[in-house]
């Protein structure tokens, strides 16, 4: 699989309300796990094309219960989206869950998913595995999938260049 392909896992049908998308990218592990966990590097791919999130708005205390709060700038409108959540398990540089909300804009948080994200050396690279969910409906979890897709791609980018 190239390093820019996104798939939904075959195992997941298509009306289930989990995401799963399957990356490689042609770096090490190690270097892959730094740019996923270290929020220095996020600016540089965190958010789908059409936006960005700026380091100081990127808050995190990545340790087991710690806490994190980031927000992405839509750059047509400059509409600003919080999220939130906590590290529940942090394995370097294999694997970190963590729980997933938009926060609204009333300061409550929206409806929370869980994430994963499992690395393994292969070939050539990386594998990734993200699952994301269970989403409240399709409709979000194809949403979330496309924007997480577009951000794989900014990060595919940073480390294949990143020393």
Not at 82 to 87: D, E, P, Q
Request: hydrophobic share 30%; with cysteine; aromatic share 12%.
């Amino acid at each position: 699989m190239s390093e820019a392909q996104t798939t939904r896992s075959k195992s997941t049908p298509t009306e289930e309300p989990m995401l799963v998308i399957t990356r490689h990218f042609e770096a090490p592990a190690s270097r892959v796990w730094s740019a996923l966990t270290d929020p220095d590097q996020a600016p540089s791919w965190w958010g789908p094309h059409g936006f960005h999130t700026p380091r100081e708005t990127i808050e995190t205390d990545f340790e087991v219960g710690g806490r994190y709060r980031a927000c992405m700038i839509k750059d047509e409108t400059g509409e600003k989206l919080w999220w939130s959540g906590i590290h529940t398990r942090i394995d370097p540089p294999a694997v970190f869950e963590f729980t997933y909300a938009w926060d609204n804009e009333d300061g409550t948080r929206g409806y929370e998913t869980e994430v994963a994200v499992e690395l393994e050396e292969e070939l050539g690279g990386t594998r990734m595995t993200f699952t994301q969910g269970p989403f409240e409906s399709v409709e979000s979890r194809d949403g979330h999938g496309a924007g997480w897709g577009e951000a794989f791609d900014r990060l595919a980018s940073h480390v294949r260049t990143d020393g």
